[in-house]
């Protein structure tokens, strides 16, 4: 059968729907990238914010209208959270929920009666992620949570904290490798929290990585500030573990950070950042920020932006809030109004932008080892250890996707947004 993917949310969403493909492929499926012409469709949905269900019900009333003919496969945070809803959709199928994602393939393969010829099944290095131009591979490494931040329903849609063991992880970053893959992000719904059902560790499994897989880069995904332990830095000291954490904070208003339900305070942030970029050489440290949290006032919100311009962070991720139902924030009082989230949005994002351009202007003149990833309108282009985007011009020579060489940071793009830099001659891998 040929198989059609499409996901929404985030990078977890991203890993399942890579595991997914492996699976069916290893079935003896066929995976498109064209919807029309699949004969099974499988969309991951999200849950995180209204406006989340809202596309996420437009992305499966698209899927339904695109092709008819097909199946439809329902899962992630909105299909858990109201299943009966989804299964009332026009066109769809069947939902799993995010608690049986682990068996999806098997699960599909069973109530829909997937069959296949045994002879039509593909060799591992034909399942690759290079088939599809990526570079980079997000791991799952852990489903969960067991906090409960007021804004929050994703902890309600996954469930409790899960942790894959550790032998497992490591086999399929030797797949990968094996497959040409030269980077893997490990993610989940609460990284730092890996390992505590199952007697092991965030630290004690990157440890493990790095010391029984040659994969040449290793990142993590987003990871709770209060998480990160005191022997955490000396990770770094191992040149495949990449220098960049993102570490959400929220709000830099000890108040709001309260109604947030937040375990971290704006002081424990600031020493903790201090006390990353002493130890880490070169490490981009990148947040997320909730602009008009319920009852969020304009002394809240100066506090937030005397707090992003203090510690300038290499990029932020900005979110206007929006009411969930389901969870404590959609019950405060005192809601900000939609201008004012936009006013305020506005002003964050242009100091982003500032503090974006202050950080790629220290980076220029300085040589790095860049995994490309692509060739754009810019020229090939990928990302520094430290996750800055740097574009580069070559005229001549074949190919450099999934390289890892040497570049020069000679200047900023025309916007400001990325590095412009220059080949060196020595390439590393």
Not at 58 to 69: D, H
Not at 109 to 119: G, I, P
Not at 204 to 229: A, F, Q, V, Y
Not at 278 to 292: F, P
Request: proline share 4%; hydrophobic share 35%.
């Amino acid at each position: 059968m040929r198989i059609h993917l499409k996901t929404l949310g985030c990078r977890l969403n991203e890993a399942e729907l890579e595991t997914w493909s492996r699976d069916f492929q290893a079935r003896g499926h066929a995976m498109t990238g064209n919807a029309e012409e699949a004969d099974l469709l499988v969309v991951n949905t999200c849950a995180v914010t209204e406006e989340a269900v809202r596309k996420s019900r437009k992305l499966l009333g698209r899927s339904s209208r695109q092709n008819p003919n097909a199946r439809l496969v329902v899962s992630g945070c909105f299909a858990s959270l109201d299943p009966n809803a989804a299964l009332e959709m026009e066109g769809v199928d069947l939902v799993i929920n995010n608690q049986d994602k682990e068996r999806l393939v098997e699960l599909v393969s069973e109530k829909l009666d997937l069959t296949v010829m045994a002879e039509a099944a593909t060799e591992p290095e034909a399942t690759g992620l290079l088939e599809r131009g990526r570079q980079r591979a997000f791991i799952k490494v852990q489903d969960g949570c067991r906090y409960r931040c007021a804004f929050c329903i994703v902890t309600l849609a996954r469930g409790e904290e899960r942790s894959r063991p550790v032998r497992e992880i490591i086999a399929e970053i030797n797949r990968l490798y094996g497959e040409g893959i030269r980077e893997v992000v490990l993610t989940g719904v609460h990284i730092g929290g890996y390992g505590s059902d199952i007697g092991a560790s965030l630290a004690g499994l990157i440890r493990r990585i790095l010391n029984e897989t040659d994969i040449p880069r290793l990142r993590i995904g987003s990871i709770e500030p209060w998480d990160l332990p005191r022997d955490f830095w000396s990770l770094f000291n191992n040149p495949r573990f990449m220098p960049h954490l993102h570490l959400p904070l929220q709000s830099g208003s000890d108040s709001v950070l309260r109604r947030m339900a937040r375990r971290c305070r704006s002081g424990e942030y600031r020493q903790l950042f201090k006390q990353a970029t002493r130890q880490v050489a070169d490490l981009n440290v990148t947040t997320d920020i909730i602009v008009g949290f319920p009852g969020e006032t304009e002394a809240e919100w100066q506090q937030t932006l005397d707090f992003v311009e203090e510690t300038g962070f290499g990029d932020l991720h900005i979110f206007a809030y929006s009411p969930r139902q389901g969870t404590k924030a959609a019950t405060l009082p005192d809601p900000v109004s939609r201008e004012v989230k936009r006013r305020r949005s506005e002003t964050l994002h242009r100091l982003n932008e500032r503090l974006r351009r202050q950080t790629l202007k220290r980076h220029i003149g300085r040589t790095f080892p860049v995994l490309i990833e692509g060739q754009g309108v810019r020229g090939w282009g990928g990302y520094t250890p430290n996750y800055l985007r740097i574009s580069l011009e070559t005229g001549k020579g074949g190919s450099l996707e999934n390289r890892i060489v040497r570049v020069r940071a000679e200047g900023l793009s025309a916007d400001g947004r990325e590095l412009r830099g220059r080949l060196q001659a020595d390439r590393t891998q």
